[in-house]
């Protein structure tokens, strides 16, 4: 890695930081139908506003040792986790990519899905807002990438692969909550189904189905009646296959024909 290529990836890896700590005011005040611009940060416990030092990610939460400055109240462990995780997102994603424009939508893309997958996890709810944030970007990715390249059929096929992901998802939903007369798929999944092809294709898209499906049986069977969040699997699943399509890929090919 080159002394600029480095520069970049510190660079990225700040961004998702900074990112991150914004993702927090996100995933704390849209599921309570808060504005995430105003008010300031503040303290979720007594309300008193933080200082600029109060909110350096990261830094801030240990050197508090985990507590509010004015009421010493505990902050979530969510918060550093969070900010760790969407910087690390960031980084492995510009190791994917590279210093193109198209880095900054997909990076954004996966920040939104991770918004998604802790407030599903927290209050088992898919806000529309972060959903189709997360859709958007992932389309101005395609639009990018087929920009950069000087070919649109990119673009147009990320839209045909949204389309058909996000609509076949619906139809079987319709079919199975016919058949059985109860609500079989949400909105919210059709909707995150159509991020995952526009970024993924159609290939991609089935494998992070079955790799989101195989990772969440562990935790379906260990939870029984309770409910279980699936946006955090499929977040994870189209993650996966993002990073590393091209062996999954040639795996399949060679079990497939041998």
Known sequence: M??????YAVAATVLGLLVGSFLNVVIHRTPRGENIA??????????????WYHNVPLLSWMTLGGKCAFCHERISLRYPLIEGINAL???IIFLKI???????????????????SAIDFEYYA????VNFFALGTAILAAATNAWESGSWQILWNSLLNTALAAGGLWLLGWLVGKATKKEAMGGADVIVAGTMAALLGLPGFFVALFVAAILAIGPSLMAKDTMVPFVPFLALGTLIVYLFDEPIFQALESYIYG
């Open 126 to 129: 898919v806000p529309d807002s």
């Open 38 to 51: 105003w008010p300031g940060s503040h303290c979720p416990h007594c309300g008193e506003k933080l200082r």
């Open 98 to 116: 590279g210093p193109h424009a198209s880095f900054f939508f997909v990076a954004a893309t996966f920040s939104a899905l991770l918004a998604l």
């Open 89 to 91: 997102l960031w980084l």
């Open 2 to 7: 080159g002394m600029e290529t480095l520069l």
